[in-house]
Nanobody, 124 residues
Framework: QVQLVESGGGLVQAGGSLRLSCAAS????????MGWFRQAPGKEREFVAA????????IIADSVKGRFTISKDNAKNTVYLQMNNLKPEDTAVYYC?????????????????WGQGTQVTVSS
């Protein structure tokens, strides 16, 4: 069983930046692919970004490409989501996922391996 804790969310103005963190424990972090998803009220959870366990490739959703980047630090058992040029439509609860399927072109979340999420609110 893996415990995931997201942090770094907050209230920012459009055009601002945030860096989200997801700390994992319970299993060896470097053995797992990682992904970020987000969910706004009344909407389905959607994919944002993913990074391979070897830290050699990433997948970025078209909606955030050019603005968001994903990275990780195996020594700290932490994956990051750098969010730049934020827009009101980025407002959502952001969740990290550990141990999903990573193909190089898509990431499928591991069921049940979610953190509690961190709220990101972008004002216009």
């Amino acid at each position: 069983q893996v415990q995931l804790v997201e942090s770094g969310g907050g209230l920012v103005q459009a055009g601002g930046s945030l860096r989200l963190s997801c700390a994992a424990s319970g299993r060896t972090f470097s053995n797992y692919h990682m992904g970020w998803f987000r969910q706004a009220p009344g909407k389905e959870r959607e994919f944002v970004a993913a990074i391979s366990r070897s830290d050699t490739s990433t997948i970025i959703a078209d909606s955030v490409k050019g603005r968001f980047t994903i990275s990780k630090d195996n020594a700290k058992n932490t994956v990051y989501l750098q969010m730049n040029n934020l827009k009101p439509e980025d407002t959502a609860v952001y969740y990290c996922n550990l141990g999903g399927i990573y193909s190089g072109t898509y990431y499928v979340a591991s069921p049940g391996s979610w953190g509690q999420g961190t709220q990101v609110t972008v004002s216009s």
